[in-house]
């Protein structure tokens, strides 16, 4: 099992671009996230999706749209990229939402960084 | 939403046991505590949760206070691998919005 990928790996972006950020897990799991992390700071949530075919905001969504494909895969785009959103992106998932399962697996990160 | 407060960082000798407390003296009754570990450049990993009783796992223990105000991630034995920054999170309303403070940095000396 390869767990939570995400691609790419590194990006460099100018003001203004767009781009989307790729994730995917093999552990059938119902839930998955996305998080940024600034240099020296903890996880703020972005986005989640408890399950296929529902997402919701999190603590700092703005500038971001999330799509989640199907079960095993949840994106994430930024439509106009500001240096503000210059940051390392995990994606996560779990089992289930809530309750027991509710352990969450992450990704290795995307490294972006918009000038 | 409830916030988790811990030292930025602590020091331990290797093969003795590390204590990392946590509080979170805002917490409600239907919050869970999960504890993550993030090694240098990778992503965080799960440690370890639990609700109100006292938790073990290969990996640590947990211990939380009676009235759940603050509660303490303990490693047996600290290895050299276990160097990380520790997050002590809430899933608020037991609804996965796991809310991520600032961590404790645990360095690890021969």
């Known amino acids: 099992n390869a767990g939570v990928t995400q691609t790419p790996k590194f990006q460099v972006l100018k003001t203004g671009q767009s781009m989307t950020l790729q994730c995917a897990q093999d552990?059938?799991?119902?839930?998955m996230y996305w998080y940024r992390q600034d240099p020296g700071m903890g996880l703020r949530l972005i986005y989640y999706?408890?399950?296929?075919?529902?997402?919701d905001k999190g603590e700092v969504p703005n500038g971001y749209n999330v799509s989640r494909l199907n079960k095993r895969e949840f994106s994430l785009r930024l439509e106009s990229a500001a240096p503000s959103q210059t940051s390392v992106y995990f994606c996560a998932s779990s089992l289930r939402l809530a309750g027991p399962g509710n352990e969450q697996f992450f990704g290795p990160g995307t490294r972006l960084t918009v000038l | 939403d409830a916030k988790t407060t811990q030292p930025n960082s602590m020091e331990s000798n290797e093969e003795e046991p590390v204590h990392l407390p946590c509080n979170h003296s805002?917490?409600?009754?239907?919050?869970?505590i999960h504890w993550y570990r993030q090694l240098p450049s990778q992503g965080p990993e799960y440690v370890i949760h639990?609700?109100?009783s006292n938790v073990n796992n290969r990996m640590a223990s947990l211990a939380i206070a009676e009235d759940r105000k603050s509660s303490t991630l303990i490693l047996h034995r600290a290895t050299l691998r276990d160097a990380a920054v520790y997050y002590c999170t809430l899933d608020y309303n037991q609804g996965g919005k796991l809310i991520f403070g600032q961590g404790t940095e645990l360095s690890v000396k021969p």
């Open positions: 639990g609700l109100t």
């Open positions: 999706s408890a399950s296929e075919g529902t997402t």
């Open positions: 552990m059938n799991h119902n839930s």
């Open positions: 805002t917490i409600s009754g239907t919050d869970y």
